[in-house]
């Protein structure tokens, strides 16, 4: 007798892959809801900055003398800071010069960006007509500490200018919750120093430091403070469909506008899944967020939360930049087993991007995980995993 097959397209870098799975198998097909494109992104922006949320219009809250910096977001992210950034930066500028506006390219501990890497994600014009700035880790302000005892280290640039705007994309996120709205100020241009306590072993560890979880969730909570005390003070957040294109645009208060973004995004990307799965096959959304195995452990620790103990991930993630940090690889190979590297975080000093080990290893506890990537064999299992 003939087994029924339903085929699965599985986004993969640029493209995607097909998984050919027996019917009778699939517990359930998990894709997020999706939601129309605007059909005008460019007076939808501005329509955002002249009516905020909770917040008087873009226009009104700056003056002529003001020096403005606008942070964007880095290449690991999609958000198309290259269709933002155009009504944004037009509607500073019928009140700022544009001599007194930068734009910094909130990187956190990423790579800086090339000139071709700036071009692809900001746009040529603007890359050619403003001052761009990646943002430098080693170019800090100490501003203070958090109630959680994390030492607030900003870019000097965001702490001597008179006005911080910030662009980014909220989509569920693996321990701050949802990403946009404060992660451009931490940790898109803090230091190395604040990364270690605000990602540190306790703060990864506790249990409502996790995907869609706001409330009560200290990462999240000790990110709001950094970002009040670097005085955010306006965000123009989006959400996207699958086709990249724009659904919601959230603009206005710093936080308030962010939570309401987090709400409908919650509402489009939650599901209700009738039993975990023995195996679950999922990715990391492909690019650009596949660009990485490192960015590569947020889809693997949502495929994680649907899978039983003991149960199989199969992730297909291109990896077309690699393993991303080095130090992330080296913990992991200076190791026999996910159990040691969890001993290691807790035992030492902070090590190279330690939180993304954590949470890997807590996965593969309870998980084997097998990769589908362009990886080489023996570094996916220096990483502890199987290729596939």
């Not at 870098?13 to 059909?39: F, H, K, W, Y």
């Not at 910096?69 to 958000?79: E, F, S």
């Not at 946009?180 to 940790?187: D, H, Q, Y």
């Amino acid at each position: 007798m003939r087994t029924e097959l339903t085929e699965i397209e599985l986004p993969c870098g640029e493209g995607s892959l097909t998984a050919r799975i027996p019917t009778r198998n699939i517990v359930c097909v998990l894709t997020r809801q999706d939601a129309r494109g605007l059909t005008n992104e460019r007076e939808a922006i501005t329509q955002s900055l002249r009516s905020p949320i909770s917040s008087p219009p873009l226009r009104d809250l700056v003056k002529p003398s003001d020096k403005v910096v606008v942070l964007a977001t880095d290449n690991t992210r999609p958000c198309p800071d290259d269709r933002i950034l155009p009504p944004l930066l037009a509607e500073l500028e019928s009140t700022v010069p544009r001599e007194n506006i930068t734009i910094i390219i909130a990187l956190g501990l990423h790579p800086p960006l090339d000139e071709a890497e700036l071009s692809r994600k900001l746009g040529r014009d603007i890359v050619a007509s403003y001052n761009v700035v990646n943002h430098d880790v080693n170019d800090t302000v100490y501003i203070g500490t958090t109630s959680r005892g994390t030492p607030v280290d900003i870019n000097r640039r965001v702490i001597e200018a008179d006005f911080r705007i910030s662009t980014g994309f909220i989509e569920p996120h693996f321990f701050a919750g949802f990403s946009g709205g404060r992660k451009s100020i931490a940790p898109g241009v803090f230091s190395v120093r604040s990364a270690y306590h605000n990602h540190g072993y306790q703060m990864i560890e506790h249990p409502k430091a996790r995907t869609g979880i706001l409330k009560g969730n200290p990462l999240h909570e000790d990110l709001v403070e950094q970002a009040r005390m670097a005085r955010l003070n306006f965000i123009v957040n989006v959400l996207l469909n699958k086709n990249r294109e724009m659904t919601h645009i959230v603009a206005g208060h710093p936080f308030k506008a962010h939570e309401e973004g987090c709400q409908i995004e919650r509402e489009i990307a939650g599901v209700k899944v009738p039993q975990r799965a023995d195996i679950t096959i999922t990715t990391n959304s492909g690019a650009p967020l596949d660009l990485d195995l490192y960015q590569t452990c947020k889809g693997i620790d949502t495929a994680a939360q649907i899978t039983r103990d003991g149960g199989i991930i199969i992730v297909a993630s291109l990896c077309s930049a690699g393993i991303g940090p080095q130090a992330f690889l080296e913990l992991h190979r200076s190791v026999a087993s996910p159990k040691e590297v969890i001993r290691k975080i807790k035992q030492a000093e902070p090590i190279g991007v330690q939180w993304e080990n954590q949470i890997l290893a807590r996965t593969q506890l309870k998980h084997d995980i097998y990769l589908v990537s362009s990886l080489d064999d023996r570094t996916v299992r220096d990483m502890l995993m199987t290729p596939v």
